[in-house]
C-alpha cells in the first residue's frame, strides 16, 4: 500500500514476530521469506527496473534479498518488459534491505502520540453541549484523512517541529481571519462617490477571490489545528519535553546526566511506558556499565515498567555487537477548533506551546539507516561506519550466471535512485529522515536530485514495537 509517493508498506502485521520470534519453525519461516521475496519482487517489476541489491551479510534480509534477486534474473531471462524499460533509463537504482535489528532506538512522536495508521488519525474530542439544537456535550470521535496528494499543509509540514507547525497554522488563520474581517467592513453604499464606489468594488472583488481560495483551505486549517492542539495536550500531559531533552542528549553524544535520567525513571505521574522509552534509547546507543544496570532495572521496577522488552533487547544488543565487532550505532528517536474559536484556541496554543514546550529537534543529524543508505549510494567503502561497504552483500539481477557474482565487475559511480526497505516494521521518523537527506545532498547543474523511498513490512509506533518485544521476551 503506497502512503505517500516515496512510502509503502506492505501491510504484514506482527512481522517483527514473524521474522525473529524463536517459536517460528523452519517451514513458517521459509515461508515468510518466500512469501516477503515474492512481494518485493513486484514492487520492482511494477517499478520497471532492474535494480542493484545490496543486504547485510547472515541475515534474514540477504536471504530475501537473494531471492528476489534470483526472481528478477529469471524473469530477465525469459521476459524483453524490464530490458525494454531499462534501456530508457540510464541509472539503475539501488535496493537496500535491512531488518529491524540494524536500529532499535528509533522513536516516533506524532505516529505514537495520535495514533496515525494508514494517514488516518482519530482523535477524541470534548463537545459542548447545545440547547438550541438539542446536542448534548460530551466526547465525540473525529477522524482526519492526511492526504498527500491534496493535502499541501501536510505535505509541507510533515518532517517539521511541532514549534513550525504550530507558527504555520497561526499564519494560515490570521489569513482566513483578516480576509472575513476586511470583508465585513467593506460596504457598497449608493450615495458614496462614484470613484470611491468604483474602488470599493474592485477591492470587494478582489477580496472575493481571495476568500473563496482560503475558505477551500478552512477545512485543512481546522483539522491541522485540532490535530496540532492534541498534541500539545499529550505531550504537556506526558512532560514529554523533559524526555525529550534528555534523548537529545543521549543521542548527540552530549553526556546525559545519570542522576537526570533516574530521576526522570522515578518521577511520580509519568507513564511506564516514557520510562521505558526513554532508557532504552540510554541503553541501545550508550556504553553502560554492567554495574550500572542494576540501579536502572530497579527504578524502572518501582515504577512498575514491564521490562521484558529490555532482556529481549539485552540480547540483541550483545548479538549485534559480537556480528558487527562492537561497532557503534547512534540513532534518534528523528470544521471548528476543539473548544471554543479558531482565534481564541490557536492564541492560547501559540502561547502555551511555544512558550511553555521546548521541543529538543536534532540539527542536522543522520540516524543510522540513513548513514548506511548514504555509504550505499556514494559508494563509500574503507572505514565507513565499520566497513559497510563490505559488510553488505552485493546482488546483480543482470548477472545470468549468480556463482560468478563476486568476480563480476561491479557498478562504482554513485546512484541516484533508491529503495530501502525495512523488514519488521518502519515508521516515519526513518523515512523523514531519508527525505530530508536527499533533499539536502548538494547536485549539480543538470544533474539528477536523490530520490529515495521507503517501505516496510509494516509501519509501527513505539508502542506497537514494544508489544511484540514483550511477547519475544
Known amino acids: 500500500m503506497a502512503l ?7 501491510g504484514q502485521e506482527r512481522s517483527y514476530l514473524a521474522f525473529n520470534s524463536p517459536s517460528i519453525t523452519d517451514a513458517q519461516a521459509e515461508a515468510n521469506v518466500e512469501a516477503l521475496a515474492l512481494s518485493l519482487y513486484s514492487v520492482i517489476v511494477t517499478l520497471g527496473q532492474v535494480p542493484i541489491i545490496r543486504a547485510p551479510r547472515n541475515t534474514a534480509a540477504s536471504m530475501v534479498a537473494k531471492r528476489v534477486c534470483d526472481r528478477l534474473r529469471e524473469h530477465l531471462l525469459r521476459s524483453s518488459t524490464l530490458s525494454d524499460s531499462l534501456s530508457s533509463s540510464f541509472q539503475r537504482p539501488l535496493v537496500v534491505l535491512v531488518d529491524r535489528n540494524v536500529d532499535m532506538s528509533v522513536m516516533a512522536l506524532v505516529h505514537d502520540l495520535l495514533d496515525m495508521k494508514l494517514n488516518t488519525i482519530r482523535l477524541e474530542q470534548e463537545v459542548e453541549a447545545d440547547a438550541a439544537s438539542g446536542k448534548s456535550g460530551g466526547v465525540e470521535t473525529k477522524t482526519y484523512d492526511l492526504d498527500p496528494a491534496s493535502d499541501g499543509f501536510w505535505i509541507a509540514n510533515a518532517g517539521n517541529p511541532w514549534t513550525k507547525v504550530v507558527v504555520d497554522v497561526e499564519a494560515q488563520v490570521k489569513e482566513y481571519t483578516a480576509i472575513m474581517d476586511e470583508l465585513k467592513k467593506l460596504k457598497v453604499n449608493d450615495d458614496d462617490d462614484p470613484l470611491a464606489r468604483l474602488d470599493r468594488t474592485k477591492h470587494l472583488g478582489s477580496l472575493v477571490g481571495s476568500m473563496f481560495e482560503v475558505t477551500e483551505k478552512k477545512p485543512l486549517i481546522d483539522m491541522h489545528l485540532n490535530i496540532a492542539t492534541a498534541l500539545f495536550e499529550r505531550i504537556k500531559q506526558r512532560n514529554l519535553d523533559a524526555y525529550l531533552k534528555l534523548e537529545e542528549a543521549i543521542t548527540t553524544h552530549a553526556t546525559p546526566d545519570k542522576k537526570e535520567i533516574l530521576g526522570l525513571l522515578a518521577a511520580k505521574g509519568d507513564t511506564a511506558e516514557d520510562k521505558l522509552r526513554l532508557f532504552l534509547i540510554f541503553y541501545l546507543t550508550t556504553a553502560i556499565p554492567e554495574e550500572d544496570l542494576p540501579r536502572y532495572e530497579a527504578a524502572l521496577t518501582e515504577a512498575g515498567v514491564d521490562l521484558r522488552p529490555f532482556q529481549y533487547l539485552k540480547k540483541v544488543k550483545a548479538f549485534n555487537n559480537s556480528l558487527m565487532g562492537g561497532a557503534q550505532r547512534t540513532s534518534s528517536r528523528s470544521g471548528g ?10 492564541a492560547s496554543l501559540v502561547q502555551q506551546g511555544v512558550n511553555h514546550i521546548k521541543m529538543w529537534i536534532p540539527s542536522s543529524r543522520h540516524l543510522y539507516l540513513t548513514r548506511v543508505v548514504d555509504a550505499l549510494m556514494e559508494q563509500r567503502g574503507g572505514s565507513s561506519l565499520g566497513g559497510v561497504e563490505e559488510q553488505y552483500e552485493y546482488y546483480d539481477p543482470k548477472v545470468t550466471n549468480p556463482h560468478l557474482q563476486a568476480s563480476m565487475p561491479r557498478k562504482n559511480t554513485p546512484y541516484t535512485h533508491a529503495i530501502v526497505f525495512v523488514i519488521g516494521g518502519g515508521n516515519y521518523v526513518e523515512f ?33 514495537f514494544l508489544a511484540q518485544l514483550s511477547e519475544l521476551a
Open 432 to 464: 523523514q529522515n531519508l527525505q530530508d537527506y536527499a533533499k539536502e545532498q548538494p547536485r549539480g547543474v543538470g544533474e539528477t536530485p536523490k530520490q529515495i523511498i521507503y517501505g516496510s513490512t509494516e509501519i509501527l509506533s513505539a508502542r506497537q
Open 337 to 346: 477548533s476543539v473548544r471554543g474559536s479558531v482565534t481564541t484556541s490557536l
Open 4 to 10: 505517500e509517493d516515496k512510502l509503502f508498506t506492505l
